[in-house]
């Protein structure tokens, strides 16, 4: 499952920088994801960076996009072009 930020965002900027992948970025009003790149983290740490650092709690499962541990490992192993250990 890719992350999704909720309107609730505030913009205080904490949660770009924690993405390994590059997937959270300004858009028109707040941040956002792209969900290609979202892997929640799998793959480099134990749970999603962006959601443990986000103030205001706005970074949740994006319900659209249902995604397997199998499928965000795959995308992690195509972005990155390691395997996981």
Avoid: F, W
């Avoid at 205080?12 to 970025?25: G, L, M, Q, R, S």
């Avoid at 443990?52 to 990155?80: F, G, H, K, Q, W």
């Amino acid at each position: 499952m890719a992350l999704l930020i909720t309107d609730a965002c505030i913009n205080c900027d904490v949660c770009e920088p924690e993405c390994p992948n590059d997937a959270i970025y300004m858009g028109p009003e707040i941040y956002e994801i792209e969900p290609d790149k979202c892997t929640e983290c799998k793959g480099h740490y134990e749970t999603s960076q962006c959601v443990e650092v986000c103030p205001v709690e706005c970074i949740i499962v994006d319900p659209e996009r249902v995604e397997s541990d199998d499928v965000l490992l795959a995308r992690y192993r195509l972005l990155t072009g390691k395997t996981v250990d």
